[in-house]
């Protein structure tokens, strides 16, 4: 069966620092991979999405960056974060494109 | 403009009351609707797809249907475990990005 992982579920960063958040999946190949991020009290906001390796879109103008290295690896990145970078973010990998989504457990983000 | 726009925004039931969470959509051409369950600090955990109107998913007390326009949960005697945030996404478009809108949540709580 496939599984996602997540990491690290929780991270307190001062402003201005970097930011590496990682995700893998297993028991798949070739998976769509996305980064959402959800802010208290609001949906899912889409951040990036990934359908191969070296292949990112980004959905939001930010001081975010994202990178696939491998099939079923995925980074999201910062190197200057803000306060406003905090969150809930959120990996998940799907099949195709109208497959269902399958999210990890997310990282709490405060950036202080 | 895709929207999704899910409502009540919180609900109170208390156990054993049947109920109906909805989930409306405006989008330029549906290729599936998501149902999600997402718990306190959890990442979202998929409960159904539905692609097209008149189609009717059930798991447990759960009952998705979808019209042309809408979608409702509905939750048949509901029980405490049965409390979480619920979320609606949609797929539209064209392309292979599976990209999902997602609506705001609809939070469920059950009193024993």
């Known amino acids: 069966s496939q599984t996602i992982h997540q990491w690290p579920a929780t991270l307190v960063q001062p402003v201005g620092s970097p930011l590496s958040l990682e995700c893998t999946v297993e028991g798949t190949s070739n998976p769509n991979l996305y980064w959402y991020r959800q802010a208290a009290g609001r949906g899912l906001q889409l951040l990036f999405y990934s359908v191969g390796i070296g292949q990112i879109s980004s959905e939001v103008p930010q001081n975010l960056s994202a990178s696939r290295p491998q099939d079923r690896q995925f980074i999201l990145s910062s190197k200057k974060l803000l306060l406003s970078d905090s969150g809930f973010y959120l990996c998940?990998?799907?099949?195709?494109?109208?497959?269902?989504?399958?999210f990890g457990n997310g990282t709490r983000l405060t950036v202080t | 403009e895709d929207q999704v726009t899910q409502s009540p925004e919180a609900l109170r039931l208390q156990e054993g009351e049947s109920s109906s969470l909805n989930c409306s959509y405006t989008v330029s051409g549906l290729r599936g609707l998501f149902w999600y369950r997402q718990d306190p600090g959890k990442g979202p955990e998929f409960l159904f797809t539905?692609?097209?109107a008149g189609e009717e998913k059930e798991k447990e007390r759960l009952k998705a249907t979808l019209t042309k326009k809408e979608s409702f949960l509905h939750i048949t005697a509901p029980k405490p475990e049965d409390s979480a945030t619920y979320l609606c996404?949609?797929?539209?478009?064209?392309?292979?990005?599976?990209?999902?809108?997602f609506g705001q949540g609809t939070t469920l709580q059950v009193k024993p």
């Open positions: 996404a949609v797929h539209s478009g064209s392309g292979n990005t599976g990209k999902l809108i």
């Open positions: 539905l692609y097209s």
């Open positions: 998940a990998w799907s099949v195709q494109y109208n497959s269902p989504l399958h």
